[in-house]
């Protein structure tokens, strides 16, 4: 009760008006007066609703980043860390046993950014702000989905695992490889201890290479990128649905898709014919020679070959050691939770097309190594320190690297395409231009005042019930959808369901089958070694009668044997 009403002064506090929001609307309300005195309109009701819009945009425009907004904004923020902080306390006063503070405030945070995202997916390009941070484990999976959310790709997975059509003909060597790849690499251990992880990655891979429509094998990308997916997923699933190979494959398979379709350069960052693939290797090595002339001029030199400049010496170099690991995007190269850690910021970025945060990190993982990269004599022994001591590296250490190099390029990137410009032509302002014909043509009748604006409210009130009404179809136009789209996922999940149990019942019909047909075989074999026992003892007894009968020519079989005989 104690802890209710706390809440609720704390509320009513904050409700009250503050200097600094009086200060805010006074500011806004300037500005809209100066623009209506420049447009010459004497009341802001006589505007239309676009032209209202329009003002408000420009006026808290002008006012944004001056002293009254950044003094509201820092009393927001003060209001919203108070109200946190206190409920905090009143759960640590409340609580039965000891609980951290930080990871409470942590906890509270993301549950309100998840809030923000799950009732408005738009915003999830204000994660911008969120760079060079490690996201926690629900928010990046819901990051995540929002962001290679394929509702289309996972029906057809769906509908095609129901018909028992979503396996390639190299499903054998698919789950062999997968099951291989989970137990032999060491960074993928927590994924081994899983007892779905290896189905998934087969379920998923198998449908990949079914969908590509081609007999060759699948890449070692290909088996590598779904990874660190899988971990997301699973680190987010619920206990009951983590044991369902299914239902995460579907997931699993949703993004892997979108991910593979968003940025074509990232799993294709293969071969130096790939005009993006070399831009992003040339800006490594650039980056390379700006921060570190002594590594590149080793780097330079080990891979030099006779008629060949220091510049292109370099770029094969830094070619031939970072070509396997951007096309794999680090994985395998790191520990699985610094991979997570890149692969968040790869993922905000992936719907600006401005930002490129691949040569960055690749110029943090060569100078993070270059102590060990130095002591190597060959190219071969490059390849195996960045395979071998890339996993101990930590991911504060990239943090620190990239927060002292690249951090204010890369967010500004980042957030440079958020930003939307402002009109700067005001149609409101506009006039035709003067003709002395025109000149000539009688003036039309005037109206009064009080006409116009009756017929612009009139006009107003009309449009606003077109959009009202336009709004409630395409509100119920939204729900028939979604109605739709729920019924054919149940009738999917129906039918694979129905599928699953179809399968099960014939495999129990066969094993019967097998049962009775080795029960019967057992038998037969038995009845067998009977009769072949029996007349293996006639044949000893027929033998020995017939020593007895040629040692001794006087004795003649008895009346018994001579029936056991001709039996």
Same mark, same amino acid.
């Given at each position: 009760?104690?802890?209710?009403?706390?809440?609720?002064?704390?509320?009513?506090?904050?409700?009250?008006?503050?200097?600094?929001?009086?200060?805010?609307?006074?500011?806004?309300?300037?500005?809209?007066?100066?623009?209506?005195?420049?447009?010459?309109?004497?009341?802001?009701?006589?505007?239309?609703?676009?032209?209202?819009?329009?003002?408000?945009?420009?006026?808290?425009?002008?006012?944004?980043?001056?002293?009254?907004?950044?003094?509201?904004?820092?009393?927001?923020?003060?209001?919203?860390?108070?109200?946190?902080?206190?409920?905090?306390?009143?759960?640590?006063?409340?609580?039965?046993?000891?609980?951290?503070?930080?990871?409470?405030?942590?906890?509270?945070?993301?549950?309100?950014?998840?809030?923000?995202?799950?009732?408005?997916?738009?915003?999830?390009?204000?994660?911008?702000?969120?760079?060079?941070?490690?996201?926690?484990?629900?928010?990046?999976?819901?990051?995540?989905?929002?962001?290679?959310?394929?509702?289309?790709?996972?029906?057809?997975?769906?509908?095609?695992?129901?018909?028992?059509?979503?396996?390639?003909?190299?499903?054998?060597?698919?789950?062999?490889?997968?099951?291989?790849?989970?137990?032999?690499?060491?960074?993928?251990?927590?994924?081994?201890?899983?007892?779905?992880?290896?189905?998934?990655?087969?379920?998923?891979?198998?449908?990949?290479?079914?969908?590509?429509?081609?007999?060759?094998?699948?890449?070692?990308?290909?088996?590598?990128?779904?990874?660190?997916?899988?971990?997301?997923?699973?680190?987010?699933?619920?206990?009951?649905?983590?044991?369902?190979?299914?239902?995460?494959?579907?997931?699993?398979?949703?993004?892997?898709?979108?991910?593979?379709?968003?940025?074509?350069?990232?799993?294709?960052?293969?071969?130096?014919?790939?005009?993006?693939?070399?831009?992003?290797?040339?800006?490594?090595?650039?980056?390379?020679?700006?921060?570190?002339?002594?590594?590149?001029?080793?780097?330079?030199?080990?891979?030099?070959?006779?008629?060949?400049?220091?510049?292109?010496?370099?770029?094969?170099?830094?070619?031939?050691?970072?070509?396997?690991?951007?096309?794999?995007?680090?994985?395998?190269?790191?520990?699985?939770?610094?991979?997570?850690?890149?692969?968040?910021?790869?993922?905000?970025?992936?719907?600006?097309?401005?930002?490129?945060?691949?040569?960055? !990190?690749? %110029?943090?993982?060569?100078? +993070?190594?270059?102590?060990? #990269?130095?002591?190597? *004599?060959?190219?071969? $022994?490059? &390849?195996?320190?960045?395979?071998?001591?890339?996993?101990?590296?930590?991911?504060?250490?990239?943090?620190?690297?990239?927060?002292?190099?690249?951090?204010?390029?890369?967010?500004?990137?980042?957030?440079?395409?958020?930003?939307?410009?402002?009109?700067?032509?005001?149609?409101?302002?506009?006039?035709?231009?003067?003709?002395?014909?025109?000149?000539?043509?009688?003036?039309?009748?005037?109206?009064?005042?009080?006409?116009?604006?009756?017929?612009?409210?009139?006009?107003?009130?009309?449009?606003?019930?077109?959009?009202?009404?336009?709004?409630?179809?395409?509100?119920?136009?939204?729900?028939?959808?979604?109605?739709?789209?729920?019924?054919?996922?149940?009738?999917?999940?129906?039918?694979?369901?129905?599928?699953?149990?179809? !399968?099960? %019942?014939?495999?129990?019909? +066969?094993?019967?089958?097998? #049962?009775?047909?080795? *029960?019967?075989?057992? $038998?037969? &074999?038995?009845?067998?070694?009977?009769?072949?026992?029996?007349?293996?003892?006639?044949?000893?007894?027929?033998?020995?009668?017939?020593?007895?009968?040629?040692?001794?020519?006087?004795?003649?079989?008895?009346?018994?044997?001579?029936?056991?005989?001709?039996?």
């Amino acid at each position: 009760m104690e802890s209710q009403l706390g809440v609720n002064r704390t509320s009513r506090i904050q409700r009250q008006p503050t200097y600094e929001w009086q200060d805010f609307t006074q500011g806004l309300f300037d500005s809209i007066q100066q623009q209506m005195r420049e447009s010459h309109v004497k009341a802001f009701l006589d505007l239309s609703e676009a032209e209202k819009a329009l003002v408000l945009q420009k006026a808290t425009k002008a006012v944004q980043g001056g002293v009254p907004y950044e003094a509201l904004m820092s009393r927001v923020s003060t209001c919203l860390e108070k109200a946190i902080y206190h409920q905090i306390a009143q759960e640590m006063q409340d609580g039965d046993g000891v609980k951290n503070r930080l990871a409470l405030l942590s906890t509270r945070i993301e549950d309100g950014v998840m809030t923000l995202l799950e009732e408005r997916p738009d915003l999830k390009g204000r994660l911008c702000s969120l760079f060079n941070q490690v996201l926690p484990a629900k928010l990046r999976g819901l990051t995540w989905r929002l962001y290679l959310s394929n509702r289309k790709a996972r029906l057809e997975y769906l509908s095609q695992t129901a018909a028992q059509r979503a396996t390639s003909w190299k499903d054998r060597e698919i789950s062999l490889r997968c099951q291989d790849l989970l137990d032999s690499e060491p960074t993928f251990q927590a994924l081994k201890e899983s007892k779905v992880a290896a189905r998934c990655l087969r379920n998923v891979l198998s449908y990949y290479h079914k969908l590509q429509g081609t007999s060759a094998p699948l890449r070692e990308p290909d088996y590598l990128l779904p990874v660190p997916l899988l971990q997301a997923i699973l680190d987010t699933a619920p206990p009951s649905v983590s044991e369902s190979a299914d239902s995460l494959s579907a997931l699993l398979v949703e993004e892997f898709l979108t991910f593979m379709k968003l940025q074509p350069w990232l799993p294709k960052f293969c071969t130096s014919q790939d005009p993006n693939g070399t831009s992003i290797l040339e800006e490594v090595a650039s980056l390379l020679e700006e921060m570190d002339r002594d590594l590149t001029r080793f780097l330079a030199n080990m891979c030099m070959q006779p008629e060949e400049g220091h510049k292109e010496a370099l770029l094969r170099g830094v070619r031939h050691m970072l070509q396997p690991v951007l096309s794999i995007l680090f994985v395998g190269y790191l520990s699985l939770d610094t991979v997570l850690y890149i692969w968040d910021q790869i993922i905000l970025g992936l719907e600006r097309p401005s930002f490129n945060c691949l040569p960055a !990190f690749a %110029t943090v993982f060569i100078l +993070l190594l270059r102590d060990q #990269l130095l002591k190597c *004599q060959t190219m071969a $022994e490059l &390849e195996l320190t960045l395979k071998a001591q890339g996993q101990a590296l930590s991911v504060q250490e990239f943090q620190d690297m990239i927060g002292k190099h690249f951090f204010d390029e890369l967010y500004k990137a980042l957030q440079g395409d958020s930003h939307d410009s402002l009109p700067i032509h005001d149609p409101t302002q506009a006039f035709p231009p003067w003709s002395y014909r025109d000149s000539r043509i009688a003036a039309p009748p005037r109206t009064r005042p009080e006409d116009r604006r009756r017929m612009r409210e009139e006009r107003e009130l009309l449009k606003r019930q077109y959009e009202e009404r336009m709004k409630e179809e395409e509100r119920l136009q939204r729900v028939r959808e979604e109605e739709l789209k729920r019924q054919q996922e149940i009738l999917l999940l129906q039918n694979l369901e129905a599928a699953r149990r179809k !399968f099960e %019942t014939q495999k129990l019909h +066969l094993e019967e089958q097998l #049962l009775q047909e080795r *029960q019967f075989r057992f $038998e037969t &074999e038995t009845k067998a070694e009977e009769q072949i026992s029996r007349l293996q003892a006639e044949i000893d007894r027929l033998r020995e009668w017939k020593m007895v009968i040629v040692s001794h020519p006087t004795v003649t079989p008895n009346k018994h044997f001579n029936q056991q005989i001709s039996s």
